[in-house]
């Protein structure tokens, strides 16, 4: 295991790591602090709650094509110091009008969309900056470690979230998540990461000089997608997973934490829960290399049921925490071998245009379902509703494990010889964070 740690010792990794681990600090509190923030104003409901969820989340999606074209045309680190300067604007506004006592929901929903599209941006930038960085075989150490990062700070967040909510409010949870940014841009600008663009540095200069314009690069990626039927079968498994995981858990969970288990507290014990298995399973990750990682990544999206059922029908808090600290041991051991699997077989020129791509068809029906989720729920009620959103999964999985290229893609032992983009001797010491 220490030798997993060993990339850690080179200074951009080390301040890249660091960096996303400080904005994921901020990133834990936010949810619940939002949550309780919109639910306490006069008049607050589930609708309103979901309506803002589903701005910031639209704008991400909406920005993610545009992130990766950015990503594979320009110094990856500058890109992603401009997100996180935009995303601490954002949320220091939102922060800034409900410890005013003064969020009027319109205001806040337009400024939860600017903070989403900055993420938009971010997120292809993380996902081409690994390879570019990391020795092949290094690759799925640094991807673990990302998460390991990310989901220690999210451990750390969840569990004082509700304090927070409960001690200070809100709104000064949200101040915090916004300082977060900052300090994530000061540790990416100082890291010292490769100023090099990825196109400039691409050994495939016919394919750098076709790539002359915008709609040309959302082209290419397209073509890379639409090349491998494993990548776009679970695309649209991830498709139907995140339009019914977002809005239960977002919006949902917090209704039934509310009317069933006494309020904020409770629910911070519950995604408290969820980040320890986060946690256990980037460590996991580091260790495990099956022979086929789609099949095993696929068969542990099964985890993702028990918490709906047990949402559904108010099963004590500390067997749905339990069911959550399942679901975050798959949710981090299926994100360590997706994204290897992409860097291992997607050159890294074109890595950030395939990974916005993914992230899109991903996470386009996230908005649309925090949009429905209350009506549909007021609808059919909170159980009907939860325990329908989980046999859409159930009927998802199936289908990507019913594809042939999904269970029988093969590990690499490293990524593929025009997939890895070495840094320019002037940046010494290179790893990412995801």
């Not at 949009?371 to 859409?392: H, K, Q, S």
């Not at 990507?400 to 890895?420: H, N």
Request: hydrophobic fraction near 55%.
């Amino acid at each position: 295991m220490r030798g997993q740690f060993a990339i850690l010792r080179q200074r951009t990794f080390r301040h890249l790591f660091l960096a996303q681990a400080v904005s994921w600090l901020g990133t834990a509190i936010a949810p619940v602090a939002l949550a309780f923030a919109i639910l306490g104003r006069p008049g607050g409901t589930a609708t309103d709650l979901g309506l803002v969820a589903a701005c910031s989340g639209g704008a991400l999606v909406a920005s993610l094509l545009a992130g990766g074209v950015l990503a594979d045309r320009f110094a990856r680190y500058r890109v992603m110091v401009g997100s996180d300067l935009v995303a601490f604007a954002a949320q220091g506004a939102v922060a800034g009008l409900f410890i005013a006592g003064t969020a009027p929901l319109g205001v806040i929903a337009a400024l939860a969309a600017v903070g989403g599209a900055a993420g938009g941006i971010s997120y292809p930038c993380l996902r081409g900056l690994v390879p570019q960085v990391v020795d092949g075989p290094q690759v799925q150490s640094a991807n673990a470690l990302i998460q390991l990062a990310q989901n220690s700070t999210r451990l750390l967040g969840a569990s004082v979230s509700g304090i927070l909510v409960v001690g200070v409010g809100a709104g000064w949870g949200l101040a915090f998540d916004s300082v977060t940014f900052l300090l994530s841009a000061a540790l990416v600008l100082t890291s010292g990461a490769p100023r090099v663009t990825p196109v400039a540095a691409a050994e495939d200069t016919h394919a750098a000089a076709e790539s002359a314009t915008i709609l040309a690069d959302l082209r290419d990626g397209w073509r890379e997608v639409r090349s491998r039927q494993w990548l776009w079968v679970c695309i649209a498994e991830f498709t139907v997973v995140n339009l019914c995981w977002s809005p239960s858990v977002q919006v949902l969970g917090p209704v039934v934490a509310r009317q069933h288990y006494g309020g904020a507290l409770a629910w911070s014990v519950i995604v408290t829960a969820q980040a320890i298995g986060l946690v256990g399973g980037s460590l996991l990750a580091m260790r495990l290399r099956p022979a086929f990682p789609l099949l095993f990544a696929t068969l542990s999206t099964f985890a993702f049921l028990p918490p709906f059922f047990l949402l559904a029908f108010h099963a004590p808090v500390w067997l749905t925490a339990i069911s959550m600290l399942g679901i975050g041991v798959a949710i981090d051991v299926y994100e360590v071998l997706w994204v290897t699997t992409m860097q291992e077989n997607i050159p890294a020129d074109k890595i950030s245009r395939v990974a916005s791509w993914d992230a899109l068809g991903a996470f386009v029906l996230g908005p649309v379902g925090l949009v429905i989720v209350g009506p549909l729920a007021g609808a059919l009620g909170l159980e009907r509703t939860l325990i329908g959103a989980g046999c859409l999964i159930a009927l998802s999985t199936l289908g990507a494990l019913a594809t042939p290229s999904v269970r029988r893609l093969p590990a690499r032992p490293q990524p593929v010889a025009d997939a890895v983009v070495p840094a320019p001797a002037a940046s010494p010491g290179v790893p990412d964070c995801a």
